[in-house]
T-cell receptor, first 111, second 115 residues
């Protein structure tokens, strides 16, 4: 059973702050790690993926991966109210590359 | 590109009725996924196809659920008979290939309510 754990939140941060979203996973065979953003009432959309240990930066977003600890995180710098959404962590195992989704962390960025 | 198209967007039906959800993937994508999302269970993969062939249907909850992909541009998910616990948002997603780092593009979803 592949498990993906995320704090459901809500995580509330002030505008301009750094939001830190965390995820742990049980499948040691996981090789690719996706972060999807889902606005209320909308469908998920990919914002980041990472498959090497360390950090990957894309604009205001940084994904961090530590395979030894089975931990992946997403940092959002200079958080904006438009970042308010649910963030889904989705590791995929090496054999299938099919992601297993966590239940997501709700982020609220207040002005 | 129009993106992944799903129909209907909303469906309200009574218990015991047959429900058919439809999906048109992005042109050129050869992998298609059906997901179900509920508050209790989150986003669950039901089944996925590669090149119109079902690869893994282990997520299909019961025999009441069936999915087909008769061609590269169309797929259906059928529930017969429907039950109130099937109420959820059903997403279809497509990707160009199931490879490391490959992005899935989600449709807008079908919100199903079974009374």
């Amino acid at each position: 059973q592949k498990e993906v754990e995320q704090n459901s939140g809500p995580l509330s941060v002030p505008e301009g702050a750094i939001a830190s979203l965390n995820c742990t996973y049980s499948d040691r065979g996981s090789q690719s790690f996706f972060w999807y953003r889902q606005y209320s009432g909308k469908s998920p959309e990919l914002i980041m993926f990472i498959y090497s240990n360390g950090d990957k930066e894309d604009g205001r977003f940084t994904a961090q991966l530590n395979k030894a600890s089975q931990y992946v995180s997403l940092l959002i710098r200079d958080s904006q109210p438009s970042d308010s959404a649910t963030y889904l962590c989705a590791p995929s195992s090496g054999g299938s590359y099919i992601p297993t989704f966590g239940r997501g962390t709700s982020l609220i960025v207040h002005p | 590109d129009a993106g992944v198209i799903q129909s209907p967007r909303h469906e309200v039906t009574e218990m015991g009725q047959e429900v058919t959800l439809r999906c048109k993937p992005i042109s050129g994508h050869n992998s298609l996924f059906w997901y179900r999302q509920t508050m209790m269970r989150g986003l669950e993969l039901l089944i996925y196809f590669n090149n119109n062939v079902p690869i893994d249907d282990s997520g299909m909850p019961e025999d009441r659920f069936s999915a087909k992909m008769p061609n590269a541009s169309f797929s259906t998910l059928k529930i017969q008979p429907s039950e109130p616990r099937d109420s959820a948002v059903y997403f279809c997603a497509s990707s160009s290939l199931v490879t490391r780092g490959n992005e899935q593009f989600f449709g807008p979803g079908t919100r199903l309510t079974v009374l």
